[in-house]
């Protein structure tokens, strides 16, 4: 005698839809990701008469200069500047090396952050209650870049 085979019931439409879903989140996150690698590796500021425009991530926003208290302006090393170390992330992107978006600092304030080199930051102060840190390989060059047209 052979062997008689009974077939299950297939699953609902429904299921179906379930695994269709997850597969898009799970294709949308993977994009998300590997847009996220590529613009840390190219994000970019630029100062003109607009202001200063951080190009990069989800945070990118453009500062107008009457919102920069660049009399505050100074360059900083965050391994030995304590107080503005970045502590809590509250809305950004938080990897070994990188730090994009909200923050806040060890002294409680608030600030912007695109930092992958702690040794090398431009710290500027805001009318806006927030702080701007930037990484930069020049990061007196950009302050007194954005001083120059502030000047204008």
């Not at 080199?117 to 431009?122: C, F, K, L, S």
Request: glycine share 8%; charged share 20%; with cysteine.
């Amino acid at each position: 005698m052979s062997a008689t085979v009974f077939p299950m019931i297939p699953a609902a439409s429904k299921s179906v839809w379930f695994f269709g879903i997850i597969c898009l989140l799970l294709v949308g996150l993977l994009f998300l990701m590997g847009w996220l690698a590529w613009s840390m590796q190219h994000a970019q500021f630029t100062v003109s008469k607009d202001g200063l425009r951080l190009e990069g991530d989800l945070w990118g926003r453009t500062i107008p200069l009457k919102s920069l208290k660049l009399d505050e302006a100074v360059v900083t090393n965050l391994n030995i500047d304590r107080d503005h170390q970045p502590k809590w992330r509250t809305m950004g992107t938080g990897l070994p090396g990188y730090a994009a978006g909200w923050f806040k600092l060890r002294n409680g304030t608030k600030a912007l952050v695109y930092v992958t080199d702690r040794t090398h930051v431009a710290r500027i102060p805001t009318t806006d209650g927030y702080t701007v840190m930037l990484s930069v390989a020049e990061p007196q060059a950009l302050i007194d870049a954005l001083k120059r047209f502030n000047h204008h």
